[in-house]
């Protein structure tokens, strides 16, 4: 069981890595969950758009 506080404590330094790999996961997550919220958001404004104007 030390050995998993030891690992998490990161010797010494965790309050250093703990935030920057929580930050890293943020931005990735980010990357993935942006670009599909504004796929989605130009595809409903084109069908608005083509529905307005019968295209």
Do not use: Q
Not at 24 to 53: C, D, F, G, Q, W
């Amino acid at each position: 069981m030390s050995e998993i506080i030891d690992f998490l404590a990161m010797g010494g330094y965790a309050r250093f890595i703990w935030p920057a790999y929580v930050l890293t996961a943020i931005v990735l997550l980010l990357n993935v969950v942006l670009p599909i919220r504004k796929e989605k958001n130009l595809i409903a404004r084109l069908r608005t758009y083509h529905s307005r104007n019968n295209l």
